[in-house]
């Protein structure tokens, strides 16, 4: 039903009629409804705030969600959102003018929060930390103004298995971005549908539909960030062991209390033994 170009979401039109890319976008589909439904993120008469930033990954976001909203298949209200930060030469007029020409519901928000970084962080420290919080404050305060009960991202399985591991060698704690977050606050959930997809997926998808990608000036122009180390590091498993990403990363659905040294995780001073009973370690 996916190869119907008859019935399409036209965030889908001019999409390449090829066996790979066909194969490709099934996958993705598959990929995001199977997360949608194991983690739970649909809720009754549910708005969701689908956030747009012009990368490959949030394009890749918008269009399965809507081909999904499309088959019927995601009963949920879609607002795309981008948050046009004033970052200097920042092409303001292209994520507007694509959402008009794809029929998309959207908002267009303009928060100075560049200013506020480039001033508050020091020469030579990363912009990350500072600028994530203030966009996630304002994308909040967004959602909660539209009646949304959800703020989507468009972080991906690799984003995940990254931060996994810069929390690992830089915050001591075995933690990682939920594909479903309960905010501070607790009147917002924070989804991740694209948790199972492959960032090189969504590169492919992206390129193969030619939309219009507007790259981060921000933190993507600084070097040396702890996020590409890691993602170095990974790259370069993968390359030695093709399929070491994917395992990683199903470890992360596979955690055993028991097995770690958290003592709040597994009440290990209550543990124990049945005499008369064998068991294995």
């Not at 303009?110 to 200013?115: C, H, R």
């Not at 170095?232 to 093709?242: K, M, S, Y």
């Not at 659905?253 to 209550?270: K, Y």
Request: aromatic share 8%; with cysteine; charged share 25%.
């Amino acid at each position: 039903m996916f190869d119907d170009l008859d019935d399409i979401h036209p965030l889908f039109h001019g999409a390449p009629d090829t066996t790979a890319f066909k194969k490709l976008r099934k996958r993705i589909v598959r990929e995001v409804r199977e997360a949608v439904e194991q983690y739970g993120m649909i809720e009754r008469d549910a708005r969701w705030l689908v956030c747009l930033s012009g990368g490959k990954d949030s394009y890749t976001l918008l269009a399965v969600l809507h081909e999904l909203k499309w088959r019927g298949l995601l009963p949920v209200d879609l607002l795309a959102c981008n948050l046009d930060q004033g970052q200097p030469g920042f092409p303001a007029t292209v994520l507007p003018e694509f959402l008009e020409r794809m029929g998309v519901p959207h908002r267009i928000e303009y928060q100075d929060t560049y200013s506020i970084v480039m001033d508050k962080v020091p020469e030579g420290r990363t912009y990350c930390a500072l600028c994530s919080r203030l966009r996630r404050g304002n994308l909040y305060r967004i959602a909660r103004e539209e009646g949304c009960s959800a703020v989507v991202l468009g972080h991906h399985r690799d984003d995940i298995l990254e931060t996994f591991f810069m929390n690992l060698f830089h915050g001591s704690r075995l933690a990682t971005m939920p594909p479903k977050l309960l905010n501070e606050q607790g009147d917002l959930f924070v989804y991740r549908p694209l948790a199972h997809v492959a960032e090189a997926d969504c590169a492919r998808f992206a390129a193969a539909m030619n939309y219009p990608i507007i790259p981060c000036d921000l933190c993507g122009s600084q070097d040396g960030l702890q996020r590409q180390q890691v993602k170095a590091l990974i790259d370069g498993w993968e390359a030695n062991h093709p399929g070491r990403r994917q395992k990683m990363f199903r470890a992360l659905m596979n955690a055993r209390p028991s097995h770690l040294l958290d003592p709040d995780l597994f009440d290990f001073v209550g543990l124990t033994r049945r005499p008369g009973e064998s068991s294995e370690n």
